[in-house]
């Protein structure tokens, strides 16, 4: 399997596109997450109309926005022009497409949203069991201020976990139980407190995660601009003793 980031910065895409994930298995490319940003970095790819599905974790706006464009006229008549499969959180995902769409609609009796044109819009939670080419897909909701869900991705050899956004919390741990790659949030250095109370996670809490879970490398994600990164990776390394990188424009990794 293999990851790239695509963006990685929480909230806004200060130092870097927001959270966009490319995983791939040997047939198979899949988007987790599309935030500010990543219909560049997928057209710089070739891969606008070459995914084999979008996944997003919440309907938060740093995960969601580039499907606004991804999903109108111009990007929809490139040539190679199709309908992606876009799952979102049920309930919660069609109901923001919607509001989103009527922002920017034309036609105010139109009974089809723009990203119903662009993509095949299909709902999940945390039961669903997704089978997409060779990539098996599990979910785990996380706590977090919209309904959220972690991803566990596996082709049958290797594991990502991508954990979103979300407080620290058991079913993060349950989920990323012996990932071969771990994805977490580190929007916080330290405070606890703070995270808990705007629903993240804190780099020390990202590494206990991976180490309960035994993971095999950690990568911290969801920072900030002006973050210490060194800070996030030392406070990480407390209680993990695997491998722990930050990511960044382009970071990729491959078993
Ligand atoms: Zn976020
Ligand atoms: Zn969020």
Do not use: K
């Amino acid at each position: 399997m293999r990851v790239e980031v695509l963006g990685f910065a929480g909230a806004a895409p200060l130092q870097g596109g927001c959270p966009s994930y490319l995983v791939g298995g040997e047939h198979t490319t899949l988007l987790l997450d599309c935030g500010p940003g990543a219909l560049e970095r997928l057209w710089a790819r070739g891969l606008v109309h070459g995914l084999d599905a979008i996944v997003i974790s919440h309907m938060h706006a740093d995960h969601v926005l580039d499907l606004l464009p991804y999903a109108g006229d111009v990007v929809r008549e490139l040539p190679g022009g199709r309908r992606t499969p876009l799952y979102v959180p049920r309930g919660d995902g069609p109901e923001v497409l919607r509001r989103l769409d009527a922002v920017f609609a034309r036609d105010p009796d139109a009974t089809a949203t723009r990203f119903d044109a662009a993509f095949e819009v299909r709902e999940y939670d945390a039961g669903e069991h997704l089978q997409l080419g060779e990539l098996a897909l599990t979910f785990a909701a996380t706590e977090h201020a919209q309904p959220c869900f972690a991803a566990r991705v596996s082709d049958g050899a290797s594991t990502v976990v991508y954990g979103a956004d979300g407080a620290l919390g058991e079913p993060i741990v349950e989920l990323a139980r012996g990932a071969d790659l771990l994805i977490l949030e580190a929007s916080f250095l330290d405070d606890e407190a703070a995270a808990r109370e705007h629903r993240h996670m804190t780099a020390g809490q990202a590494g206990a995660v991976a180490a309960r879970a035994g993971a095999g490398q950690l990568l911290l994600t969801h920072t900030f601009a002006g973050v210490n990164a060194d800070g996030l990776l030392e406070r990480a390394a407390l209680s993990f003793d695997g491998p722990v990188a930050i990511a960044h424009d382009g970071y990729s990794w491959q078993t």
